[in-house]
């Protein structure tokens, strides 16, 4: 998950979804819930690059759905 480019003073919580596919590559993500909409652009750019351990169901790969809480902390 890409730095955050500004101060945190407080918490941030957001929640990106994706589909990881058959290959364990990320399609579609997208915010769920946005933490700052430039912010948000950095974290989706980032997804498409991760790689997953695909799902298995019946001894074959399957796509499935995904969501991760992006937690932005302050410094102390």
């Known amino acids: 998950v890409p730095r955050y480019p500004a101060a945190v003073t407080h918490?941030?919580?957001g929640i990106l979804q994706f589909v990881v596919d058959e290959s364990g590559a990320v399609q579609t993500p997208s915010m769920l819930d946005s933490i700052d909409a430039s912010?948000?652009?950095?974290?989706v750019a980032a997804a498409k690059k991760?790689?997953?351990?695909p799902a298995i169901l019946d001894g074959k790969p399957v796509k499935f759905i995904k969501r991760l809480t992006i937690n932005v902390m302050p410094q102390n």
């Not at 912010?39 to 974290?43: A, E, W």
């Open 39 to 43: 912010y948000d652009q950095l974290v």
């Open 50 to 53: 991760w790689t997953f351990q």
């Open 11 to 13: 918490p941030l919580i």
